[in-house]
C-alpha cells in the first residue's frame, strides 16, 4: 500500500417445324438466334477457396536484463514523460512517495528490482497535490496493451506492456498481489484514487499491472 497520495436461361436444345414440302426446318429460337450449343462444364471452373493469411510469428519474450537504476518513465498514451528517482521505504515498510514539492517526478523503490530486472519492480507518484495535478493524475485511464517505458542508467529502455488496472482500498490492499513475483520482470505504477478525505486524503490506491515485452538500445 502507498500512503499520501474500450444466369443464362436454360438451353432446351433445337426444336423443328415441318414445312408444305414435308421437309424440316430449324425453327427460331425465342430470340432470334441459333441457341447455343451447352457449355462443357470446364467452361465454369469451379471457384477455390482462398489461401488463408498465415499469423505472423511472435518475438519470445526478453529474459530479465542486469541491475540498472531507472532515470526517465514515458507512457505514450498519456503523452506523458517523467525523471524517476530511486527512494527508500517509509517507516512503515511502504513504499515511500516523491516529495510532495516535487509533483511530476516519479519515485522508483530503490531497494527493489530495477525496471527490466527479475522480479516486480516499483513506480510511485503523486495523483495530485495541494497546487495542482500531479503526475500519475490519468494512468487509471490506461488499458490492457498500452506501453509504459523507462530508460535506464544503461542507456536501455525497457518496454512494459500494460496487463490491467485495478484500484483497492487502502484498508485492504492486497501486498502480494501487488508487489509479488510472478516469474517474469514485472512493473507497477502507483498512486492514489478513490474518494478524497480533507482529513484521510485519498481511499484507495490505483494500480498498473505491466510486464516486460521487449528492449530497447537508446
Same mark, same amino acid.
Given at each position: 500500500? #502507498?500512503?499520501?497520495?474500450? +444466369?443464362?436461361?436454360? =438451353? &432446351?436444345?433445337?426444336?423443328?417445324?415441318?414445312?408444305?414440302?414435308?421437309?424440316?426446318?430449324?425453327? $427460331?429460337?425465342?430470340?432470334?438466334?441459333?441457341?447455343?450449343?451447352?457449355?462443357?462444364?470446364?467452361? &465454369?471452373?469451379?471457384?477455390?477457396?482462398?489461401?488463408?493469411?498465415?499469423?505472423? $510469428?511472435?518475438?519470445?519474450?526478453?529474459?530479465?536484463?542486469?541491475?540498472?537504476?531507472?532515470?526517465?518513465?514515458?507512457?505514450?498514451?498519456?503523452?506523458?514523460?517523467?525523471?524517476? !528517482?530511486?527512494?527508500?521505504?517509509?517507516?512503515?515498510? /511502504?513504499?515511500?512517495?516523491?516529495?510532495?514539492?516535487?509533483?511530476?517526478? !516519479? %519515485?522508483? &523503490?530503490?531497494?527493489? $528490482?530495477?525496471?527490466?530486472?527479475? %522480479?516486480?519492480?516499483?513506480? !510511485?507518484? &503523486?495523483? =495530485?497535490?495541494?497546487?495542482?495535478?500531479? #503526475?500519475?493524475? +490519468?494512468?487509471?485511464?490506461?488499458?490492457?496493451? +498500452?506501453?509504459?517505458?523507462?530508460?535506464?542508467?544503461?542507456?536501455?529502455?525497457?518496454?512494459?506492456?500494460?496487463?490491467?488496472?485495478?484500484?483497492?482500498?487502502?484498508?485492504?490492499?492486497?501486498?502480494?498481489? #501487488?508487489?509479488?513475483?510472478?516469474?517474469?520482470?514485472?512493473?507497477?505504477?502507483?498512486?492514489?484514487?478513490?474518494?478524497?478525505?480533507?482529513?484521510?486524503?485519498?481511499?484507495? +490506491? !490505483?494500480?498498473?499491472?505491466? /510486464?516486460?515485452?521487449? #528492449?530497447?538500445?537508446?
Amino acid at each position: 500500500m #502507498v500512503q499520501g497520495c474500450d +444466369n443464362g436461361s436454360p =438451353d &432446351h436444345g433445337t426444336a423443328t417445324a415441318s414445312g408444305a414440302d414435308g421437309k424440316t426446318s430449324p425453327r $427460331p429460337s425465342p430470340t432470334g438466334r441459333a441457341m447455343e450449343e451447352p457449355r462443357s462444364p470446364a467452361a &465454369h471452373p469451379r471457384p477455390t477457396a482462398a489461401a488463408k493469411p498465415r499469423a505472423k $510469428p511472435t518475438a519470445p519474450p526478453p529474459g530479465p536484463l542486469p541491475r540498472s537504476p531507472a532515470t526517465k518513465l514515458a507512457i505514450p498514451a498519456l503523452s506523458l514523460q517523467a525523471p524517476v !528517482v530511486a527512494l527508500p521505504l517509509d517507516p512503515a515498510g /511502504h513504499p515511500g512517495t516523491p516529495p510532495i514539492d516535487k509533483p511530476k517526478l !516519479v %519515485g522508483w &523503490h530503490g531497494d527493489g $528490482p530495477t525496471p527490466g530486472e527479475a %522480479g516486480t519492480a516499483l513506480a !510511485v507518484g &503523486h495523483r =495530485d497535490t495541494l497546487t495542482g495535478p500531479a #503526475v500519475f493524475l +490519468n494512468i487509471s485511464m490506461l488499458r490492457a496493451g +498500452n506501453t509504459v517505458q523507462v530508460t535506464r542508467a544503461d542507456r536501455r529502455t525497457a518496454v512494459f506492456t500494460v496487463d490491467a488496472v485495478r484500484t483497492y482500498q487502502k484498508t485492504s490492499f492486497p501486498d502480494k498481489e #501487488v508487489y509479488g513475483e510472478r516469474g517474469r520482470p514485472e512493473l507497477r505504477l502507483i498512486t492514489c484514487g478513490g474518494r478524497f478525505d480533507k482529513k484521510a486524503g485519498y481511499a484507495a +490506491n !490505483v494500480v498498473v499491472f505491466a /510486464h516486460l515485452t521487449s #528492449v530497447r538500445q537508446a
